[in-house]
């Protein structure tokens, strides 16, 4: 895992996703980028209908909602494959 991308489009899940998601992997010592996406041609190309998102590595992990702190922790775990926990 070397990029994660959290879309949205600053409402409180997106924020919320954004802080679950830099949480867990700094307890990880990730060492990859963590990228915040606003702009909705951008999170459309994802093809994206809901947000907040995550995006691992080019591959959308999870749409719409606040995924917990296990489910992050989960892909940080399988971290050469990247989950799809919708």
């Known amino acids: 895992m070397k990029e994660i991308k959290v879309l949205g489009m600053g409402c409180p899940k997106y924020k919320a996703t954004f802080e679950v998601v ?3 992997a700094k307890a990880h010592g990730f ?3 963590i990228e915040k996406v606003e702009d909705i041609t951008a999170i459309i190309s ?3 209908m809901s947000t907040p998102a995550v995006v ?3 591959k959308v992990a999870f749409v719409g909602g ?3 702190k296990e489910q992050v ?3 940080f775990a399988s971290s050469g494959s990247t989950c799809c926990c919708k």
């Open 22 to 24: 830099e949480e867990v």
């Open 31 to 33: 060492s990859g980028t």
């Open 46 to 48: 994802y093809g994206v």
């Open 56 to 58: 691992i590595d080019g």
């Open 66 to 68: 606040v995924p917990s």
């Open 73 to 75: 922790e989960n892909w």
